[in-house]
């Protein structure tokens, strides 16, 4: 398996290149050169797989060059009963109707960017040890994947850790969960501004070839397809669990829908390249909080991104993002996979402000099967409130976003799965006004908010984080 950009300007590498690039070396983002398939027997035999053999299987497909043994063992490793509480490490729970729950939380930082960085924090480790080189990791993050990138990297030999995040943005226990690390290898960066800021300030650095080169700059955040290659697991793991009590002979073409809480695009493109891989997905349902660029381009085929000051301040933080990078990711598959198509797409964007796709709109659901919605404060309140009155079940503000905006979209008869996006402890406040319900720290967590916090703050500044950088970088 190769991997190129989907600007076409990079030369094609193996996995494990490209888990050390991140952004592809022209600006686009790298893609397989072409998606694996997998038949309907090959899907039902993996039906009695763990977790982690799931992986090795299905990330197996994708990281061709590293050995079957390491990649099982990183697997193991990555998801354990260690880093995870529950003993299925995603737990799929039914929840109303036609709806279900599935658990992406149970790892060290109650997020499901742990789902993923788990996996990353063995797979850069096993890769730099066998190229011995080192890599500083360049990444921002809204809300939950700095601590999962953190958790996952703490300690790793050879990597270092520049987090960006926005001041003032992110709840206090996301805060406390990165900026309590003493690691030295784990670098915490708050930015004045919002996340894409932040986000601007990595492609920045990730750009500028000849500074990434000196510095082996690499990145964590979901324009790493190491993370989406990963995230692909749950979407399988979730529909083996939805149909194991579907008749035997009816499960081939036993369609499930998902619902996907969305920011950067990177967890539902997930779900796309698992539905394009044979997996029987019906609908991939985006759901967006205020800054609902994706569900406005998914409903009219036009994509503006906002600029960074006009991005919402809301009370599911992690999806306040106005442009999402992986969605490029998708537009080349829209456009035919052709890496011309794609980057005129993005001249233009970079002209006009916005990409006119109207005419491809009756495509996203009929051969894409995607559908969008957006959920406001008040509807995550009710939402949150409603679910703990009928289930007793208490969810986070991003997983409310994505209930609501489901039991819009679900279809009698067809299962419908919300992706958990976090554990409801992360979010107190919003839960207290929606149910009167005081949460407290996990107990695993006790004392947590009191730790002392270690943070460098900075201004939009791209010389102040290049010298930052630069002059803390781990060396080969």
Not at 89 to 116: R, Y
Not at 321 to 342: M, Q, W, Y
Not at 399 to 416: F, I, L, N, Q, S
Not at 444 to 472: I, K, Y
Request: charged share 20%; net charge negative.
């Amino acid at each position: 398996m190769k991997y190129f950009s989907t600007r076409g300007g990079m030369t094609s590498a193996s996995y494990g290149e490209i888990l050390l690039e991140g952004l592809a070396t022209d600006g686009g983002l790298v893609v397989p050169e072409t998606v694996p398939a997998v038949s309907a027997a090959q899907i039902e035999a993996w039906r009695d797989l763990s977790y982690p053999e799931l992986a090795t299987e299905i990330l197996g497909l994708y990281a061709t060059d590293i050995a079957r043994e390491d990649l099982s063992r990183m697997c193991h490793a990555a998801y354990s009963t260690e880093n995870f509480v529950h003993e299925a490490i995603v737990p799929v729970t039914h929840l109303e109707g036609d709806i279900s729950l599935v658990g992406l939380s149970e790892g060290p930082t109650l997020a499901f960017k742990d789902m993923a960085m788990q996996f990353l924090g063995q797979a850069l480790e096993h890769v730099l040890a066998t190229a011995d080189r080192a890599l500083n990791i360049v990444g921002a993050t809204s809300g939950d994947t700095g601590s999962a990138a953190e958790y996952a990297l703490r300690g790793k030999h050879g990597i270092s850790v520049f987090m960006l995040s926005p001041q003032g943005r992110m709840s206090d226990f996301q805060r406390a969960q990165m900026y309590s690390l003493t690691d030295d290898n784990i670098h915490n960066i708050a930015v004045e501004g919002v996340f894409d800021d932040c986000q601007n300030l990595v492609k920045a650095l990730s750009g500028d070839l000849e500074f990434k080169r000196e510095h082996d700059l690499g990145t964590v955040n979901s324009i790493n397809l190491g993370r989406i290659s990963a995230q692909m697991v749950y979407y399988f793991w979730a529909w083996l669990r939805a149909t194991d009590d579907v008749d035997a002979a009816d499960r081939a073409t036993y369609e499930v829908s998902f619902t996907v809480p969305s920011g950067n695009f990177g967890n539902i493109l997930s779900g796309h390249l698992a539905k394009s891989m044979g997996l029987p997905v019906r609908r991939l349902v985006l759901a967006a909080n205020e800054n609902n660029v994706l569900d406005s381009f998914f409903r009219t085929g036009v994509y503006t991104p906002r600029a960074a000051a006009e991005t919402y301040l809301t009370s599911s933080p992690s999806m306040d993002i106005s442009k999402a990078s992986n969605l490029e990711r998708f537009i080349f598959d829209l456009l035919g996979r052709d890496p011309e198509r794609l980057a005129a797409a993005w001249r233009e964007l970079d002209e006009t402000g916005s990409i006119d796709l109207r005419t491809e709109v009756p495509r996203f659901v009929a051969e894409f099967g995607f559908q969008s919605g957006t959920s406001t404060h008040a509807d995550r309140v009710a939402t949150i409130r409603s679910v703990f009155e009928s289930t007793g079940t208490l969810i986070d503000p991003h997983t409310a976003d994505g209930v609501k905006v489901a039991r819009e979209h679900v279809e009698p008869g067809v299962p419908m799965l919300v992706l958990e996006t976090a554990k409801p402890e992360k979010f107190p406040e919003i839960v207290f006004e929606a149910t009167g319900e005081r949460l407290g720290i996990p107990e695993h967590l006790a004392g947590l908010l009191e730790l002392p916090q270690h943070v460098t703050e900075m201004g939009n500044d791209e010389a102040a984080l290049r010298a930052f950088v630069a002059a803390r970088a781990t060396r080969r």
